[in-house]
């Protein structure tokens, strides 16, 4: 399978998420004001993946010239809640010094790690889901995008899906449509269908009477930012999740690279929070949904708290504040 986000004859190149299902094409890449507009378009969109367009992007803008570092600012800034997309960045400013072959391999390194990281982090958490829930086969809950198209390769909440339906161990994986942009009915969806993996989409307001009614064994979902207490930042409507599944007593499990670990923050409470354009919500498929001049509350990401998750698990296994 090709990896959501590469580099190729002096580009970057990327699957553009935003034309998925519908249409599979590529995006090549060739200034870093395309990719600047590519990442806020969410055409290349999850924590990992970011990271890994942080770290090509400098390796084009040290290949083209210029000013790097400004050049690597705007990169770094273009969305702020996944904490990957600057720690890409600066990794591979460290190359800097050496020239742009030098930043290049680094940013093929970062590639080329984030498929193995996120096998071992999702295999850690298929071993707790396991030991969490009693049922076979099992029934999951995913929220957002959280599988090949959100990382470089594999997956990371969704990483766990492919481990255990490799087992025959899934018996469906209901899967949040999650508004506004869809990621669920149409990414996640679409990579399970192609996976052959039993699912079904619902609203994300069914999610809380899903459990309710028992049809959920585990929920499962990524991160954007993983602060030092636990407390973790991810598509909006999260924290929801994670209170319904604390009041039905179900599993709620995270799964990340530790490179989503931000452990300059103390706890979630400093997490800058994307809000993003209000046509998402004024408008359905470029119609208007809402009164003329509706003002929205449009936030990408929301925090739930540690006390709310039963695992958080990277690649080095269960995360311990
Ligand atoms: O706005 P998006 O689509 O970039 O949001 C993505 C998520 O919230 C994912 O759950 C998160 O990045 C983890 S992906 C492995």
Redesign the pocket.
């Known amino acids: 399978m090709r990896r959501t986000i590469d580099w190729a004859d002096g580009a970057i190149v990327i699957i553009d998420q935003t034309a998925l299902p519908g249409d599979y094409h590529l995006l090549a890449l060739r200034t870093v004001g395309e990719l600047v507009d590519a990442i806020q378009r969410?055409a290349v969109?999850?924590?990992?993946a970011?990271g890994g367009a942080g770290a090509l992007g400098v390796a084009l803008a040290a290949r083209l010239g210029g000013d790097v570092r400004a050049d690597a600012e705007l990169i770094a800034a273009a969305r702020p809640t996944?904490v990957n997309l600057r720690w890409g960045v600066e990794r591979a400013l460290t190359k800097l010094g050496q020239g742009a072959d030098a930043v290049l391999a680094e940013a093929q390194a970062v590639l080329t790690e984030d498929e193995q990281l996120n096998k071992s982090a999702s295999a850690h958490a298929a071993g707790i889901v396991l030991a969490e829930c009693p049922r076979r086969p099992l029934r999951l809950l995913s929220?957002?995008?959280?599988g090949r198209l959100?990382?470089v390769g594999w997956?990371?909440?969704l990483g766990v899906v492919w481990h255990l339906h490799e087992r025959g161990l899934v018996e469906e994986v209901l899967v949040d449509e999650t508004r506004p942009?869809l990621?669920g009915a149409r990414l996640t969806a679409w990579e399970l269908a192609q996976a052959g993996v039993p699912y079904r989409v619902q609203p994300d307001g069914a999610a809380a009477a899903a459990m309710a009614r028992g049809m959920v064994d585990c929920v499962l979902?990524?991160?954007?930012r993983i602060a030092a207490n636990g407390d973790v930042a991810?598509?909006i409507g999260t924290y929801g999740l994670a209170i319904a599944a604390a009041h039905h007593g179900v599993p709620f499990v995270v799964v990340?690279p530790s490179s989503t670990v931000d452990s300059s923050l103390a706890d979630g409470t400093g997490v800058t929070i994307e809000e993003r354009d209000a046509r998402e919500l004024t408008e359905y498929a470029g119609i208007g949904i809402t009164p003329p001049g509706a003002e929205v509350f449009n936030p990408?990401?929301d925090v739930t708290p540690a006390a709310l998750i039963t695992a958080v698990v990277t690649e080095n296994g269960r995360y311990v504040p």
């Open positions: 969410l969109r999850g924590a990992p970011l996944a929220h957002c995008n959280a959100a990382t997956g990371s909440a942009l990621q979902v990524g991160a954007d991810n598509k990340a990408a990401f």
